[in-house]
């Protein structure tokens, strides 16, 4: 980066910045329907299994493919369109849902939309890894609290405008036609999202040099050696994953213990939704300035100590009112998580292998995507929703505790 910047190149960070933001009002759009999949799985008769199922499909296809697209990504100039594009397709699942709906017997509802959300896992990999490099090449190495509070910050707005909007609405239309519109209608904002996003100016990257491999033996051997030079990368993506599987793990129990448990009704879940996106707005800007003054070890760990809370304590409620409450105290910790968990991640990944090795910290997420929403619908079934949830809570737990002993390693900037 210049020390100092042409006006062009002014101009063209600043239009990048507000494309960021606007992007970021139509994925919102699309992604307000995105808690009641499982919710309208569930009220089609859906078992434990298949809720668990949607929630771990991402992680199975990611596990395959997301060293091959970080690799293919990393031989881009441009990688924009190939964000743009796996943005567009993956919403626009929302809306073949909702047709689909419309279209075919109701005992082949759940079935065929695990299908097209099976399909929908494809572009969701791709998007996965250039959401991160995009991000990070638009805020560079110091901007990335401040770029992505506002994004999320303008996400949760639009999401809670949205959410209150539905669930005021959804109730008055008959089931499952009302679950049809919304899912087309919300579908709408992955066009905006297109539009914008597609818009983005980076330079182009010259595609850095990555050893040749014959087989997988040897590719996996060329990653080891990568690996061993990024030891802050090694420390830090380990103890994300045991957080993320704990995260994962109690993802598909929460609309069923909602739903199953305490009878909550649309609205009930919307107003839970709405709140936590509510809470986070504010919880975006907090976090971003008590990073600035106490530094990020402190935003690390009184967010992983203030998300465990989360399912210990709903696990022990039957009462809405209170979930509510509980909801919003989880939203102001998971603001501060999800800005510090990329922020230290982008921190440790090489600046010229960038969609490589965010490639190899999303397949350890996606294992954890895979094994942990699986093994939560079969705690649920052995020891109860609440027992299930109590689980999350200790891997949470112990995640944090993983945080709080302090690394000795230094961030690599760079492989050799």
């Known amino acids: 980066m210049s020390a100092d910047p042409s006006p062009a190149s002014l101009e063209v960070r600043k239009r990048n910045f507000r494309y960021v933001q606007i992007d970021a009002i139509g994925v919102s759009i699309a992604n307000i329907a995105a808690p009641f999949l499982p919710v309208f799985l569930t009220r089609m008769g859906a078992s434990n299994f298949q809720v668990g199922l949607l929630s771990s499909m991402p992680g199975a296809t990611g596990l395959i493919l997301a060293l091959v697209v970080g690799r293919f990504l990393q ?16 919403i626009s699942c929302f809306a073949i849902t909702g047709i689909q709906i419309l279209l075919i017997p109701d005992r082949s509802i759940v079935t065929s939309t695990l299908f097209i959300w099976g399909l929908a896992t494809l572009p969701q990999t791709a998007l996965a890894v250039a959401f991160s490099v995009v991000m990070n090449a638009v805020a560079g190495p110091e901007g990335r609290f401040a770029l992505l509070s506002r994004r999320w910050a303008i996400f949760g707005l639009t999401t809670v405008v949205g959410t209150f909007c539905i669930t005021r609405v959804i109730d008055l239309i008959a089931f499952p036609l009302n679950y049809a519109i919304m899912f087309i209608g919300l ?6 999202s297109f539009y914008f996003s597609n818009r983005i100016q980076l330079p182009d990257q010259p595609p850095a040099p990555l050893s040749e491999s014959r087989s997988i033996g040897e590719t996996l051997r060329n990653y080891g050696r990568m690996l061993r030079r990024a030891p802050a990368f090694r420390s830090f993506v380990s103890k994300r994953f045991v957080y993320l599987s704990a995260i994962s793990l109690g993802a598909p129990l929460f609309p069923l213990y909602f739903v199953r448990e305490i009878g909550a009704t649309d609205e009930n879940i919307g107003t839970i939704n709405m709140i936590i996106s509510l809470v986070m707005l504010f919880g975006y800007f907090l976090w971003t300035r008590i990073s600035r003054h106490s530094g990020s070890r402190m935003v690390m760990l009184a967010t992983t100590f203030g998300v465990m809370l989360y399912p210990a304590l709903v696990a022990f409620t039957h009462q809405v009112s209170w979930i509510i409450l509980f909801a919003g105290m989880s939203g102001l910790f998971q603001a501060g998580l999800d800005l510090v968990f990329f922020d230290e991640l982008m921190k440790t990944v090489p600046a010229e292998y960038s969609a490589t090795f965010v490639s190899l910290a999303q397949s350890l997420q996606y294992l954890s995507a895979v094994l942990a929403p699986l093994i939560g619908t079969w705690l649920a079934d052995s020891i109860g929703l609440s027992g299930g949830l109590l689980v999350s809570a200790g891997l949470r737990l112990l995640g944090f505790l993983l945080f709080l002993r302090a690394d000795k390693v230094k961030v690599v900037q760079g492989v050799e």
């Open 75 to 90: 031989t881009r100039r441009r990688i924009v369109p190939w964000y743009s594009l796996a943005r567009l397709l993956v």
């Open 187 to 192: 579908s709408l904002g992955g066009l905006l």
